[in-house]
């Protein structure tokens, strides 16, 4: 499902147990200076990340400062973010004239240790050649650094290297647990172009072999991906950005399922086994 930007007045836009994305949270919270917001969400840890601006975020008594700190958009320098535990109340204060944050979440019984994550302990990895039009670059933010400390919630952000092309191809889905070829992972992102009047191409193939869906996003859309293959494209001349969250339904490691008419593909990328064993 396609989500069209919109001023959501910092109130969520996948919120808790949505019968599309249940073990997915999403919401963006736009600040002014000096200003203050609280967020807490039951059942859901949750990841903050500052896609533009710099804040400090406080939980349970310790306040993680000076976080974040891109300029204009989200090329404009490094991710961090704040690990909340499931139901933990956390406080946002704008530190610079305006700051945009992502609020990531999965669904979980658990109740970890709130934790910063900072520029140097990003978990960065670059894939795919400009010859196969798949190069891209992927910053784990709560990836494979981070397990042990988290449940069930993986968040990443996803970069086109170069002008034009694809991600997520070979095409590949993650909606049912049967170990160990496949998990349920429910995901959802949100897209971003330079220059913004920029777009791109998300596909939801169902079957193999059958037709499926295809929407047009754009600077600001939110996709939902509750179920099939899910290859997206950028148009040539443009960069494409989408912030990724995953929410597993029984563990946190994703178990990708390549589409068999695809699957010989993944022997012609260089990097692509790598790529798939950071999201653990």
């Not at 220059?195 to 791109?200: I, L, M, N, R």
């Not at 946190?252 to 790598?274: M, N």
Request: proline fraction near 6%; charged fraction near 25%.
């Amino acid at each position: 499902m396609h989500i069209p930007p919109h001023d959501n007045r910092n109130a969520a836009i996948v919120g808790a147990n949505d019968p599309r994305l249940p073990h997915v949270y999403f919401n963006i919270l736009r600040l002014r200076a000096d200003e203050r917001v609280k967020t807490r969400v039951e059942g859901y840890e949750t990841c903050l990340v500052p896609a533009t601006g710099a804040v400090d975020i406080s939980v349970e008594g310790e306040t993680f400062t000076a976080l974040g700190g891109r300029g204009a958009d989200v090329w404009d320098g490094e991710p961090e973010g704040v690990y909340v535990p499931a139901g933990v109340p956390a406080e946002v204060t704008c530190r610079t004239r305006a700051a945009e944050v992502f609020v990531a979440g999965a669904r979980t019984d658990e109740r970890l240790t709130p934790f910063a994550v900072r520029k140097d302990e990003i978990d960065v990895v670059q894939y795919g050649s400009d010859d196969t039009k798949t190069h891209r670059k992927i910053k784990h933010i709560l990836g494979q650094k981070q397990a042990g400390r988290v449940s069930r919630l993986l968040v990443s952000e996803l970069y086109t290297v170069g002008q034009g092309g694809w991600s997520g191809f070979p095409s590949h889905k993650h909606d049912t647990d049967r170990l160990p070829d496949e998990t349920h992972h429910d995901e959802c992102y949100n897209f971003r172009f330079r220059p913004a009047h920029g777009s791109g191409l998300q596909m939801l193939q169902r079957e193999d072999g059958a037709a499926g869906d295809a929407y047009h996003v754009v600077d600001g859309s939110t996709m939902l991906i509750d179920r099939g293959y899910h290859p997206c494209a950028v148009l040539p001349g443009y960069e494409m950005y989408y912030f990724t969250i995953l929410g597993g339904a029984s563990q946190r490691p994703l178990v990708q399922y390549f589409q068999p008419s695809h699957a010989d593909q993944v022997e012609t990328i260089p990097g692509i086994k790598d790529m798939v064993a950071k999201f653990r």
